[in-house]
Every structure is written in C-alpha cells, then in structure tokens.
C-alpha cells in the first residue's frame, strides 16, 4: 500500500538516472526451506524488523522529481531490469503461493507450495 503523505526517500533533477532496488514477498508467501531458494539479504533484513504493515506489497520509494508539480505528465524511461532473486512468486485466487526458480536461459520451472 501507498500513501501520499509520505516523504520522499530520493529526489531527483529532471533528466537524472537513478537505479532502485524493490524487494518483494512478506513472511507468509516466503518459499520454503526445502525449495533451495534464497531469500535476498534485503528482503531479510525488511522482514526481521518487523516493521508495520499497510497492506500486502513493500514499497521502493518515493521519488520526487525537482519542479514536477500535481498533474505533470512524467516520461520515465526504464534502462534495465535485473532479478534481485533467484526466485519470483505469485498468489493464485484460491490464495496459494506459487514460486518461479528463474533460470539463465530466461525459462521458468514452477514449484507450487500448497496452502
């Protein structure tokens, strides 16, 4: 969850590059132990400090850009993205966790945890 009251963590100047790093999965939709995965230091830390929660995802940010004012349009050009992790997950409606193990030829092999 977002909330627009919150301070931004960066502020940039028009035209910046910035690089962010999201973490994400809270305790309950970790994978398990025996699925050989790792869970990002980051992500660890995030989860052993037992921070309040406002809702189901974490959140990297915000950003300010210097000079944007309340109905800009913003261009945002996104140069690369690379996996945090060696796993991805996503929930299914029926509320199981479904974990990727990403592999270096870009397929995925899926390992279901049952709920």
């Keep these: 969850m977002f909330d627009g009251t919150f301070a931004p963590v960066l502020t940039v100047q028009p035209g910046d590059t910035v690089v962010l790093q999201a973490v994400s999965g809270m305790p309950h939709v970790m994978p398990p132990p025996e699925a050989g995965l790792t869970i990002p230091d980051a992500l660890a830390k995030i989860l052993a400090a037992k921070l309040p929660s406002l809702g189901a995802h974490l959140v990297t940010g915000p950003v300010a850009i ?15 993205i690379e996996f945090g992790a060696d796993w991805g997950y996503w929930r299914d409606g029926g509320g199981a966790a479904h974990f990727v ?11 279901r945890r049952q709920s």
């Design 101 to 111: 193990r990403h592999r270096l030829d870009s397929r995925a092999t899926g390992i």
């Design 66 to 80: 210097a000079g944007a004012e309340p109905g800009d349009m913003l261009e945002i050009c996104i140069d690369a």
